[in-house]
């Protein structure tokens, strides 16, 4: 009845847990993850991906069995959406384009989004975002411009920060000029080496881009960081996770945070759906965007008749991490919210031996109640009249 109660008994757990299956074997709508290339530009000091850089391109021999999976995939009228990710999806637009005018004549419903590093998203490139029907984009920036520029180098180009923004705002321009709407995410990576820079970048990039959404993207303590950084304690654990929100707003007000826990969507991520696949540049096919390029975890391909052959690895996505069997999650007052946390994670937890800490930042009564204090304030700032029906 949408009022918050402190109990989930066995009923209300069994009814979410079907509705989260409802909505991980959903078959109308479709997410397709495609990575054009394993190659990439830049050298980011902390990428997981680092030993995975390779000049690996999508072939036409692939990309015409993509377009036929595509085809099995969208019969019917069913829902697609595409996410264009890489390495860096831009070193292989020319296939981008390519496979994107392959789909508009298969005449289906679908729309894309591309995550990229921004340096090559000249006006040539804008010019036919709306051809290729690419609506969302996701554009990383690590902080000031000095501290962006000595982590996200470009392999010959050390000052990427200017030619990034400089692209951005071209993109604005253009878009304006020709009425196209697209929604353009800065993600700011944070963690414990440029936490400090945060607040200053965040309203620098909303005073020249205001019609950005620009958040923060904290780089975690997992097992991927071991890799990523040279030094661990860059990362953030849940605790420097909360304090750094919790200082955001102290410090700097209101900076692109959101303090309520967030609901991620009942059936989890594109790792968690049956329907929905990250197809890499030899057809090969993973279950997370992060497994992308990792042999081990490739769940089978579209060139094989059946296209699942790692059934197995497949199915503990599925089923085997589901956080509703999981004896400490299904009694936790997070539950579905949280969702359990990220599924990869819990497939290193269970089946890799590994100990990352899944819960979310909000978990113990203080944290939670400190959010949830700064959330009402902020309601009550932007729309007092309204917070009688506050809308958690
Ligand atoms: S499993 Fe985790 S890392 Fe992979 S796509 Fe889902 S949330 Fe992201
Ligand atoms: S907060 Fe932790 S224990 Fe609770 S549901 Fe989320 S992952 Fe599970």
């Known amino acids: 009845m949408g009022v918050i109660c402190d109990g989930v008994d066995d009923d209300i757990r069994n009814r979410l847990k079907l509705i989260s299956a409802l909505d991980k074997y959903n078959r109308d709508c479709s997410n397709l993850t495609i ?18 850089i390779k000049p690996v391109y999508m072939t036409d021999e692939t990309e015409n069995a993509l377009i036929e999976f595509i085809e099995q995939k969208s019969k019917g009228g069913k829902e697609l959406r595409i996410q264009w990710f890489g390495g860096e999806p ?23 989004a591309i995550i990229t590093n921004g340096y090559l998203l000249n006006l040539e490139k ?53 009425n196209i709407n697209i929604k353009l995410d800065i993600r700011i990576n944070v963690d414990n080496q440029n936490k400090k820079e945060y607040s200053q970048s965040y309203k620098e990039l909303k005073l020249r881009f205001p019609l950005a959404i ?20 860059c990362a953030f654990s849940r605790k420097d996770t909360s304090e ?41 096919i993973y279950a997370c965007w992060h497994n992308v390029g990792d042999d081990k975890m490739i769940m089978g391909n579209i060139h094989n008749g059946e296209v699942i052959s790692n059934h197995i690895l497949f199915t503990r ?9 999981n004896d400490k999650c299904k009694n936790c007052f997070y539950l579905p919210i949280c969702g359990g946390g990220c599924p990869y994670d819990r497939i290193l937890n269970k089946y890799y031996g590994q100990h990352i800490e899944t819960c979310t930042m909000h978990k113990g009564k203080k944290t939670l109640e400190k959010m949830l204090e700064i959330h009402y304030e902020m309601k009550l700032k932007h729309k007092p009249e309204n917070i009688g029906n506050i809308t958690i």
């Open 90 to 112: 831009l070193l292989a637009y020319e296939r981008i384009v390519s496979i994107s005018r392959k789909i508009n004549k298969l005449n289906i419903n679908y729309e894309s």
């Open 214 to 233: 620009v958040y923060p993207g904290i780089v975690k303590n997992d097992a991927l960081t071991t890799d990523r950084c040279n030094n661990l304690s």
């Open 126 to 178: 804008i010019e036919l975002l709306k051809e290729l029907k690419i609506d969302k984009i996701q554009i990383t920036i690590d902080g000031m411009e000095e501290t962006h520029n000595k982590r996200r180098p470009h392999l010959r180009d050390h000052k990427t920060y200017n030619t990034i923004l400089n692209n951005i705002e071209t993109l604005f321009d253009y878009t304006k000029s020709n």
């Open 35 to 52: 990575i054009p290339t394993l190659d990439c530009n830049f050298r980011c000091t902390y990428c997981y991906e680092k030993d995975r």
């Open 317 to 325: 996505f599925l089923e085997g991490i589901d956080p509703f069997e």
């Open 244 to 284: 750094f929100y919790l200082e955001q707003y102290n410090t700097s007000a209101e900076v692109g945070l959101d303090y309520y826990p967030t609901w991620y969507g009942i059936a989890g991520c594109t790792a968690t759906r049956f329907n929905d696949f990250v197809v890499g540049p030899q057809g090969e």
